[in-house]
């Protein structure tokens, strides 16, 4: 009777844990059964524990230079929209319209828009899911879009490159980001889980670098960062950052996990790269300066011996 007894609690407790819901490791406690942090995400979805994982540790001498990776043109950038910013008890998500697209740099075609979210520490520490060269980031924004073709993100995950999301990596500056009060203003209508509000009178340029900025950035074949972790997206991280005042940093922490705690340490740690390569896009810029320096010196020499 007491090894049924045993057996029965066994049984609930793995029933629990392999039906829980996925979590951050900040949400991990030794009491919470109904939280499965980063490293039993595979026992919720098998492609989290898959080969071609993300986020990764970039690190830059290993880097390739690829002279496809050309300048992305970005379509609806500065378009005005009225986005749905809710908290989604893991992150903030800002919804956006499908006018929003890219193309270029060395995608198979135009992708559109689908939504941003952002990942961060606690009151400014480390909190990027990327590194470069082992250095974590305060915070990370992820510009997640879709292959044209497909309606939805369930349906281009289905696809091993339906999926290309834009990176920028965040850094703490002395002064305040004004471009991102209107955000960070809204997150006190979003604080507890499933709280939504309506982003106004926005537009994209205003959360990342001036485009100008943007023709460098690492490019690498990986995943979705949260379950169910699907291999199927193209990612281009930008070298250009996101400057944040360390008040406006700290202020994300105002957002509460499910749990009613402070929504912190919302990054999935880095993944191993098993053998992929990453590539740089700066050797483009690089060519073309040379070429045209090259030129330029022939045309001279020419015209000093005419």
Known sequence: MLLTSV?????????IVSGADWCYQSQVTCSNLTCSGPDLWGGISPPCDGRSQSPVNIVTRRLLIDERLSPFQFTGYQETFHG???NSGHSLQLDLPSSIQINGGNLATTYKAVQLHIHWGK??????EHTVDGEQFPMEMHIVHIKEEYDSLSQAVRDPSGVAVLGFLFEESSSANKKFD???????????PTNITTLEGVFLDMLIPAQKNLTKYFRYDGSLTTPDCAEAVVWSL???TVQLSREQIAAFNELQFSDGKPMAKTYRPVQPLNGRQ???????????????LISSVLVSTVGALS
């Open 182 to 192: 209107p955000l960070i203003n809204a997150l006190k209508s979003i604080t507890q």
């Open 84 to 86: 749905r910013l809710l």
């Open 123 to 128: 009151d400014g520490s480390p909190g990027s």
């Open 7 to 15: 057996l029965f609690l066994f049984a609930s407790a793995v029933k």
């Open 238 to 240: 930008f070298t250009s």
């Open 278 to 292: 990453m590539y740089y896009s700066a050797g483009h810029a690089a060519v073309v300066s040379t070429v045209l």
